[in-house]
């Protein structure tokens, strides 16, 4: 079972990828870390890519605003779902 600490994880540090600016990190190199998170999940097998999903939906009302719907948005953008 996917724990929704994980998924809290997960969805810190893909919003901090998505939002923070190129002063503080490339964006090139921030891609590149989401389609090697992205290619990760994906590889997780089908009950925990389910779970993973549900979590996310799950957990995404604990953000706002712009971070809230990119957390309801993950399973699709990462492939999960």
Do not use: H, W
């Not at 957990?59 to 993950?74: C, K, L, N, S």
């Amino acid at each position: 079972m996917v724990s929704n600490q994980i998924a809290i994880a997960i969805a810190n540090m893909a919003i901090f990828l998505e939002f923070c600016s190129d002063d503080i990190l490339n964006e090139d190199t921030a891609v590149q870390a989401m389609e090697q998170l992205a290619g990760d999940l994906k590889a997780l097998d089908e009950n925990s890519r389910r779970e993973l999903a549900a979590s996310f939906r799950l957990i995404a009302p604990r953000y706002e605003g712009e971070a809230r719907t990119f957390v309801e948005d993950m399973p699709y953008a990462f492939g999960i779902e």
